[in-house]
Structure formats: structure tokens, C-alpha cells
């Protein structure tokens, strides 16, 4: 079996392996494993209108995954993704409620603008702290998220709104709803998001496969001794690499903020998108395209979970112990790999 073919088959298997593992957890608690994923999946596709919400849900993870998998790809753990979608989706809805008499051509942009310019700014205080003084991002972006979420609960109360829970309703012309998609989708909250969404995965792949930064990047997560011999600014490379993967994460906020839910709220606790999207990255490969397909099963499996109880009695929570298990199964990769290259040496005598 070829690498390009293991590295695809790696993911596969790990989501089989969790669904299986899922399968006998329902068996060993009473219940039927085919009832459940039969309920997971007309939960997530089982009519139009459920088909728009698991689209809509994977928008956000789209973003985040990109984030994570940005970061990685080019030698950063950036863990502060949820922070920086929580900024950028104050920091939209923000511009979206204040300006009241811009086109939709302007506003719109400056709204979504205004969320990755958030991100990337909390993007570049890890990736600065990290090229400057080699303060590891993993400890500072961490931190970064529960400051982002005290700061934007703090915004919400007391600068956007006067001492309410929710900022008022982003305007119409700042707005990414959609009433073709809302149709054709039995009014489910689906969105524009979604085709920018696709459109800065293609954005990512372009910048990391076709581009003199996009090398540069990738040279200086892999080796930074070497990149700086070669004459890279192993520094500006760092701190570019920390505020692109920010931006995306920002952007992510603003889909929540523009999209779905229309303002901000505050937040007792993270919204999970960020931390999840760590996990499509894994999933995904760190690659476009393997994190658009992450993405839509991550979708799948959080809305179609809300099913389960309903229609086959299977409690919700276990789609959270399948994602886990899905995971490390993804950790694992190196033991998959090796039963794979025994399974192919056995075929081969």
C-alpha cells in the first residue's frame, strides 16, 4: 500500500473502529447499535430541513479546523482557536449592531473583516511571545482562552449593551442569513457561511501548495535552523503563521455571530467549536480538503446525535464517547499504519 493511499486509509479506518466501539458500548447498555445510528443519521440527513442544520453546524468547524491545522502544518500548536472565534464573533457582531446605514457590499465585509482582524490579533500576543522570548504557544494560547472569555462577557454587559445578556440584533445589511438556502432547506438557519467556508479552504490549500509564504511557512515548522541558514526570518514566519491561523479562527466567530445566531450572548462556558476543531484537524490530516470532510462528519454527528434519544432511546452523550474514541484511534495512527503494512506484507507472500 502506497503512503498517499495509508494516509488516506488511516482516518477511514479510525472513524470505522470509533463507530464500531460505539456499536458495543450501545450493546453493552441495553441498546440497539442499529436503531441508534439509524436515528444518528436521520438526525443529520434524514430530510432537508436536518441536511441545512449539519451543513450549517459544520461551517464554524471548517474554520476552526483550518485554524488548528493551519498551525500545525506550519510547526505551531495553536490551542487558542476558541478564544480567537470567541473574539472574532464579538468583534463582528459589534461592527455589524453599530453601523446602521452602510450597502450590504460594504458592511458585510467590514463586519466579517473585523472578525479575523480580532483573531489575528490574538493570534500575533502568542506568536510574537513565542518569536521573541520562545514562551511556548501551547502554555500562552490556553491562557488566552479563558481571557478572551471573561473580555468578551465583560464587552457584552457593559460597552455593546447596557447590562443586558445579548447584544442586540446585527442589521440587516451586516447579516449572512440567506432565504435561498432558508428554502431550500426547510428553513433550517443555513447560511452564506458555508461557501466561505469552502472558499478559504481552497484559500489554504492555495497558500500552503502554490506559494513562495506558503513554502516558507512550511520550511520553518519543519526545521527552523535550517530556514534561518537558508535565509528565512524564522521570527516574521512564526508570528505570520500564529495571525493567519488566527484570522481563520475569527472568521469562524463571525459565521456564529452573522450567521447563526445573528448577535452574542453571554458565555458561562466555551462553545466547544474551537476545542473541536482541533480534532477535525487531527481527523482531517492538517489538509483542506481531509478537514472539509472532518468537518462534515463532526456536523453529522452533533446535530444527528440530538435524534438518538427521541427516536431510539440511545442517550446523545454517546456520540461525545464516539468522537473520543474516533480520536484516538486518529492518535494511534502509527499502530494502524503497522497492522497495515503487516496485512500487505502477508499479501504479498
Known sequence: ????????????????????????????SGNNPAAGYMALWNGAFGDTF????????????????????????TGLFNIGVEGQLLVGWLASVWVGVAFTDLPKVIHLPMAIGAGALAGALWGF????????LRVHEVIVTIMMNYTALHVTNHFIRNVISDGSDATDVVNETASLRSPF?????????LHNGLYL???AAI??????????????????????????????NVNRNIVLSMVI????????????????????????????????????????????????LAALLFGALKVGSLNMPIESGVPNELVEIVI?????????SYMITWLLSRFKKKEAK
Do not use: C
Not at 441545512?52 to 476552526?64: C, D, K, N, V
Open 181 to 189: 438556502l432558508e428554502n431550500i432547506t426547510d428553513f433550517s438557519s
Open 324 to 332: 473520543a474514541l474516533i480520536i484516538f484511534f486518529v492518535a494511534s
Open 1 to 28: 500500500m502506497s503512503k498517499k493511499w495509508t494516509v488516506l486509509a488511516v482516518p477511514v479506518i479510525s472513524v470505522l473502529l470509533g463507530l464500531l466501539a460505539g456499536a458495543v458500548i450501545m450493546l453493552v
Open 50 to 73: 436536518y441536511t441545512g442544520e449539519t451543513l450549517r453546524q459544520m461551517t464554524p468547524y471548517i474554520f476552526a479546523g483550518l485554524a488548528v491545522a493551519f498551525a500545525f502544518r
Open 125 to 132: 500576543i502568542p506568536g510574537f511571545l513565542k518569536a521573541r
Open 245 to 292: 491561523s488566527g484570522a481563520f479562527a475569527g472568521i469562524g466567530g463571525s459565521m456564529q455571530g452573522l450567521g447563526t445566531f445573528g448577535n452574542m450572548f453571554i458565555n458561562s462556558g466555551f462553545s466547544g467549536i474551537g476545542f473541536d476543531g482541533i480534532a477535525v484537524a487531527l481527523l482531517g490530516g492538517n489538509t483542506a480538503i481531509g478537514v472539509v
Open 197 to 199: 467556508a469552502v472558499l
Open 203 to 232: 484559500i489554504m490549500w492555495f497558500l500552503l501548495e502554490k506559494t513562495t509564504l506558503g513554502y516558507e511557512l512550511r520550511a520553518v515548522g519543519y526545521n527552523q535552523h535550517a530556514s534561518e541558514y537558508a535565509g528565512m
